[in-house]
């Protein structure tokens, strides 16, 4: 095996895309073994064949419709009225603005990159330094994969088994956890810097603001509501979310027809990109499998760990480090099935252990070098990749805290699930 992980993190230094680093040492792994490149090919194509990855492009295809159909501008603009008289409120909005569109994309970069654009020009032009609002920005688009629907979640459940349903809603309650947390510390920084707030909304104002966004708010609750009472599942749940975005985007006519050839290609290419990981990760995950891998390293870590909140406190460490080095969703594909059987082994929920390991990968989307959410900032602001790493750190730290705060607390992923379902 280690000539197998040689490969891999040698490919990785040449900087070669993670799929292919994957595929590649595979490849040369069974050829040194002497084993079938036909089966490794065959477990790469079985990988992206399930029904349950259709959900993965049409969430991402309902994001990318409500992001060019306007459905960002009246999210925002209800939240600014909804908590912008709180001091820090363009802030406090960028917040709220982002756990609202975590349900209905799912994406950490979808956020960053569509709503991300309207918040950073709204909080300059309202007087807050810009590394300030793109680092608000940037925190606070991490909430997209944790609340539903979340392709993380899927992803994560595709590869242990876990139900998608209870993964969504088990995310409800961390990504409010971590949501409140980002708003403590922005209430703090925004009275000793002295942000502006604006005027309290009259009840008027406020009920007009939420009548032009309820269709849009609407859209979690159809989600949810359809999974949850079992009128569809997660996949069909995904379809329904196109349907309305579409028909949304038409009846407010920001969505325009010539608009949709775009959006099919944006999505086909963010989609396809994504199953090519899951594909390739397929083969590099069977390898280790059939290897015993997943089993020996169980042995190794119960031989040191005795107890639970150890093994909590040495996977976050490890899940940490993986998110600042490798793509969030190869991530989970790779090592789902090796922690699977330790996690099992000290008695983890694997429910809990899932959004935990969510929320470790999506952290690392806010760390170079491979940050996702960072290069999204760099697109949509005039700031540097250092600058904006600079002002995400006190940011960082409070998802840190919010980590914790999921990882020693479990009834805040179990609690929602065991209710309802």
Known sequence: ????????????????????????????????????????????????????????????????????????????????????????????????????????????????????????????????????????????????????????????????????????????????????????????????????????????????SLIQSFPALLTPAIILGGITLGL??????????????????????????????GILDDSVVLTMGVLFIVSCANSFGYIITTAQMPQKLAEVFLSVITNQYMALITINIFLLLVGMLMESLSALVILVPILMPVITAVGIDPLHFGVIMILNITIGMLTPPVGMVLFTLTGVSSKSFEEITRAMLPFLAMNLIALLIVTFCPPLVTFLPNLWM
């Open 1 to 208: 095996m280690g000539l197998l992980f040689i490969l891999f993190f040698g490919f990785l230094l040449m900087k070669m895309p993670v799929a292919f680093c994957m595929i590649c040492s595979s490849m040369i792994y069974s050829m040194v073994q002497g084993e079938s490149i036909q089966m490794l090919l065959s477990r790469a194509v079985a990988g992206s064949s399930s029904f349950t990855l259709l959900a993965l492009g049409f969430f991402i295809l309902a994001g990318n419709i409500m992001n060019r159909g306007g459905v960002t501008d009246r999210i925002f603009g209800f939240c600014e009225k909804l908590v912008g008289w709180i001091p820090g409120g363009l802030g406090h909005a960028n917040i709220v603005a982002s756990v609202i569109f975590a349900g209905m994309s799912g994406s950490a970069v979808a956020d960053a990159g569509g709503l991300g654009a309207i918040e950073i020009k709204a909080m300059k032009d309202a007087g807050y330094d810009e590394e300030f609002a793109v680092a608000v920005t940037g925190a606070s688009s991490c909430i997209g994969p944790i609340i539903p629907p979340s392709i993380s979640a899927v992803v994560f459940a595709v590869a242990s088994g876990v139900s998608i349903g209870k993964m969504f809603i088990g995310g409800i309650l961390p990504g409010l956890v971590m949501a409140l947390t980002l708003m403590v510390y922005v209430y703090m920084i925004s009275k000793k810097r002295n942000y502006p707030k604006t005027p309290l909304p009259r009840a008027g104002e406020l009920g007009r």
């Open 232 to 261: 569809c599942t997660p996949t069909e749940a995904s379809v329904v979310a196109v349907v309305y975005a579409i028909i949304l985007g038409f009846f407010t006519r920001d969505l325009k027809l010539r608009d949709i050839p």
